[in-house]
């Protein structure tokens, strides 16, 4: 309890003198040393105090240095609940913020507490945060427009005569800002849009700030989507999660700014271009309503089996964790193999089946990946005349070496088939590398084995060749990117199948990468 006294009063600067005074003049006399025990306390007490100050000293040194420096606001265009929520959260981490509606009706019914909507905690935040000052609603647009280098453009996007996120409001404000911004400012766009929206709104921008008679400043549009469900947007913006940046260009130092004022955000900032971050969320929402109509048939069977759900989905939320972790590391390869998942994957349909549920469609998505990545190569390996191909890996499970029922070997087994039947005297064009198992690569391949030659090493596999091919991951194989691999090779394609390599670093050096299902 004394230490938390301590810390207590120790956060403030008066604590800090008080302490600091004390400490240093108040020492006992030499003839009345302390006992072994109150020394103990004692010494223990000020280095406590000492830390606390040191630590103390440096936060209110922070403080002092944000003050000084006339921390830039933020400006919020657009008060529905993301933007309520988006702005609370940055004023709730230390970002002062300005938060306006292109419909004055709306910030005065905020600023009588009548909130866009309902979400745990919004009200409450959003509140302390406008009476301590850190985020203030205002009705003028150009004051926000004036202030803020940094916009977040948080308004609606109903949907238009296609059923597409209609612009009609976001343009409204891009044209505005564009015609009235006197400095350089940054547009961030917060809503959920069709993908190429960005890029669209960009153009919108340089066209106004052509038409401008004066000398127009820069103003750049990016975008930071939401992917959050309503109901715990909060958590999920302040903790939980992802920050997608999309940008075209070099992301701007006042966004950057914003960006570090949230907690972990180096854990979870996840930067790319406009149109990968627009079609994330759509992808993420595909996925969690595929999810959603598996658990609906999970619940049937559970029902016609006579077993209960919420056990089931009790063991499906430890397993979670576990399961997103194997599919971060496979799923971006040419499918999950091993000997236990295919079989109990068949074992499911069976079941599904047996109790009146199609279990068509479940079997379709797992029978038409490698059928997808088969043409897909096919189609690359097309573009060349007899190439020399270096196949690096075949096991889905980085480490390993089982090879049953590993989709990789038999989307291998189709590309082989036809150079197999050409290369009848063992001349083959595929210089295959693994680094565990090649033993039982030899007579998994056997009936294609004229278009294989089976290399010791990821140098023998790839020298003289003209496209470099991935089907498996293993530790250290990341290392094989280097300018050495760049001499070795005749060409300069990189089809990573596996997600091994590192894009930057390879296109760096020269090479053209491809990841999975992805076209030159």
């Known amino acids: 309890m004394l230490y938390t006294l301590l810390d207590s009063l120790l956060s403030s600067p008066q604590g800090v003198k008080f302490f600091v005074k004390n400490v240093h003049s108040e020492s006992k006399p030499e003839e009345e040393a302390p006992n072994r025990t109150e020394f103990f306390f004692n010494s223990k007490a000020c280095a406590f105090i000492q830390g606390r100050i040191c630590y103390n000293q440096r936060k209110i040194k922070g403080r002092a240095m944000t003050k000084e420096k006339e921390q830039r606001k933020a400006g919020v265009i657009g008060l529905t609940v993301t933007g309520l929520a988006w702005g609370a959260v940055l004023a709730h981490q230390g970002v002062p913020v300005l938060a306006t509606d292109?419909?004055?009706e709306v910030v005065v019914s905020c600023e009588e507490g009548e909130w866009p909507g309902q979400e745990p905690g919004l009200a409450q935040l959003a509140g302390r945060m406008i009476d301590d000052g850190d985020l203030e609603l205002c009705a003028n647009t150009r004051r926000v427009i004036r202030e803020c280098p940094v916009i977040f453009v948080t308004c609606m996007v109903p949907p238009d005569a296609n059923d597409r996120p209609g612009l009609r409001f976001v343009e409204a404000i891009v044209r505005l800002v564009a015609a009235q911004a006197l400095e350089n400012r940054v547009l961030v766009i917060k809503a959920a849009v069709s993908p190429g929206s960005t890029r669209q709104?960009?153009?919108?921008?340089?066209?106004?700030?052509?038409?401008?008679?004066?000398s127009a400043p820069a103003v750049q549009v990016l975008t930071m989507p939401e992917g959050f469900d309503d109901g715990r947007m909060l958590a999920a913006m302040e903790q939980d999660g992802a920050l997608v940046l999309g940008c075209d260009g070099t992301i701007p130092e006042a966004v950057w700014e914003v960006v570090h004022q949230l907690p972990r955000w180096q854990n979870r900032l996840i930067t790319c271009t406009t149109v990968e971050a627009e079609q994330a969320v759509f992808i993420n929402s595909g996925l969690m309503a595929a999810?959603?109509?598996?658990?609906?048939?999970v619940a049937g069977l559970c029902a016609g089996t006579g077993t209960r759900f919420d056990r089931i989905s009790q063991i499906l939320t430890k397993q979670k964790k576990i399961r997103h972790q194997l599919l971060a590391e496979r799923g971006a390869g040419v499918g999950i193999g091993g000997a236990r998942l295919p079989r109990e994957r068949r074992e499911l349909e069976v079941l599904l089946k047996e109790n009146g549920q199609g279990a068509g469609e479940f079997a379709g998505i797992t029978q038409n990946h490698p059928a997808a990545c088969v043409q897909w190569l096919s189609e690359i390996l097309k573009t060349f005349s007899s190439p020399t191909v270096a196949v690096l890996g075949l096991s889905p499970s980085p480490g390993t070496d089982d090879l049953r029922e590993t989709p990789a070997v038999d989307i291998l087994k189709q590309l082989a088939a036809p150079m197999a039947e050409a290369a009848p005297d063992g001349s083959g064009c595929f210089k295959l590398y693994v680094p565990w198992g090649m033993d039982q690569?030899?007579?998994?391949?056997y009936a294609v084995r004229d278009a294989f030659t089976f290399c010791p090493s990821p140098a023998a596999a790839t020298r003289n060749a003209d496209v470099l091919l991935i089907l498996g991951?293993?530790?250290?194989?990341s290392g094989?990117?280097?300018?050495?691999?760049?001499?070795?090779?005749?060409?300069?394609?990189?089809v990573d199948a596996a997600a091994m390599f590192d894009r930057t670093k390879a296109e760096s050096l020269?090479?053209?990468?491809?990841t999975l299902l992805e076209t030159r």
Request: no cysteine; proline share 2%; hydrophobic share 35%.
């Open 102 to 104: 292109m419909d004055e």
């Open 441 to 445: 690569v030899k007579w998994r391949l």
């Open 201 to 214: 709104l960009q153009k919108i921008v340089d066209a106004t700030l052509t038409e401008r008679e004066d």
């Open 510 to 514: 020269g090479f053209d990468y491809l």
């Open 480 to 494: 094989v990117l280097g300018s050495a691999l760049k001499k070795r090779m005749t060409g300069r394609l990189i």
């Open 291 to 297: 999810e959603q109509s598996y658990l609906e048939t």
């Open 473 to 477: 991951r293993w530790p250290g194989g």
